[in-house]
């Protein structure tokens, strides 16, 4: 089955017969995301995410999305402070969903609801929210969850329609962000696509006005607004002697070895903590 790896690391199907007993402690900590630099965002999130960070496109000519950028270095989420606390107003969809997600069937007809157990949060010690009753149905907070992501999966079709639609007007371009740091260092980040404002101007007005009703001309033109997002994250920066930029952002399938680290990181995490759930509220 297919899933968006990217923060998840032991996605399982949410079953009776093996998490009967879980319960899931959510809080404020958003650890778990510290070592991305950029995560998917739906269509819907741009008036919001538009005020506080750059989004962008990424990925190829046939399965291009929106993605919000988080920071510059690789594996480097500069809206997350030392203690896990997210420093942004808006949580983008993708961040607030974790633990949990959808995984699809081969044919994408099939999907399953799964958790991730490496979650610090995910324990069988009924802290938090417990995953199924006594009689061994789903608890309210998993029918909650479920709807949540049946919901994020209808806005990602819709996000993917109208990229695909950006697509088609040869909007996009590749972009890259140049970052001047005090010290005279200078930083780029790469990989993403950005609409070019002179080609959208120069739509005919017939086009111009269907994007505009079906609230898609607003959408790209919040995109082109948020670009001025990226001079923020040079105030966010931590300059690292020797520190180099990622040269694109990250795909949702990390690789395997990031995800064994991040694993390993988190197994050290919880021991010297005593094992303590994570806050997430």
Request: with cysteine.
């Amino acid at each position: 089955m297919a899933t968006q790896l990217l923060i998840y690391e032991t996605a399982v199907p949410v079953s009776s017969r093996r998490h009967g007993d879980a319960s899931v402690e959510i809080g404020a900590d958003y650890a778990f995301s510290r070592n991305v630099n950029s995560v998917p965002l739906m269509a819907v999130e741009f008036p919001q995410a538009a005020q506080e960070y750059a989004i962008v496109f990424a990925g190829t000519a046939e399965a291009v999305m929106p993605a919000v950028i988080l920071g510059v270095r690789g594996n480097e989420n500069l809206y997350l402070s030392k203690d896990g606390g997210w420093e942004g107003k808006y949580i983008p969809a993708f961040v607030r969903r974790y633990p949990f997600v959808f995984s699809s069937s081969d044919d994408g007809k099939t999907f399953t609801l799964c958790v991730d157990e490496a979650f610090p949060g995910f324990n069988r010690e009924g802290r938090g929210q417990r995953l199924f009753g006594e009689d061994g149905k789903p608890t309210p907070y998993v029918e909650n969850v479920l709807k949540f992501n049946q919901e994020y999966r209808n806005q990602f079709l819709r996000s993917q329609a109208f990229c695909k639609k950006v697509v088609e007007l040869k909007l996009l371009e590749p972009m890259q962000a140049q970052i001047a740091l005090e010290t005279g260092e200078r930083m780029s980040l790469g990989g993403f696509m950005a609409v070019n404002r002179a080609k959208l101007k120069a739509l005919p007005g017939e086009t111009l006005a269907e994007l505009a009703k079906t609230d898609e001309l607003e959408l790209l033109y919040l995109h082109l607004h948020s670009m001025r997002n990226f001079t923020g994250l040079k105030d966010r920066l931590v300059v690292i002697q020797g520190g180099k930029a990622r040269e694109g952002v990250q795909s949702p399938d990390s690789p395997k070895e990031e995800r064994e680290q991040k694993r390993e990181e988190r197994h050290e995490k919880s021991k010297a903590s005593g094992g303590k759930g994570a806050k997430r509220g």
